[in-house]
C-alpha cells in the first residue's frame, strides 16, 4: 500500500493523518481570498494529497473570487495565480 501510495495509485492513510496533524487545513478554506503564498513543506505535501499527486502540480479546482475557474500554487515564484480559462473549440 505505502509503494502505491508513493507512486500515486493510492493515499496512505498514516502519511495523511501525520500531515492533518501538523497543519491546520482550515486556512484553505476560505473560497474568498487566496491562501498564503508562503507554504509550509507539510502544507504543500498536504495539498498535493488533496488536489494533486505526488510531485505534480497544486490545482485547486474550487472557484475562488478572481480565479472562476480554480487557482494553482506556482512553486517556483510561490505564488498562488488563478487557472486560465480555456475554451476547447468545437
Do not use: C
Not at 7 to 15: F, H
Not at 37 to 55: C, F
Not at 63 to 88: H, L
Amino acid at each position: 500500500m505505502q509503494k502505491a501510495a508513493e507512486l500515486g495509485l493510492a493515499v496512505y492513510p498514516k502519511r495523511v493523518e501525520r500531515i492533518s496533524q501538523v497543519i491546520n487545513s482550515g486556512k484553505f478554506d476560505d473560497l474568498s481570498k487566496f491562501p498564503d503564498n508562503s507554504l509550509t513543506k507539510e502544507e504543500i505535501e498536504w495539498l498535493r494529497v488533496a488536489y494533486s499527486y505526488p510531485n505534480g502540480p497544486i490545482l485547486d479546482p474550487r472557484p475562488r473570487k478572481g480565479a472562476p475557474k480554480g487557482i494553482y500554487y506556482d512553486e517556483k515564484t510561490k505564488q498562488w495565480k488563478s487557472r486560465p480559462y480555456i475554451t476547447i473549440p468545437g
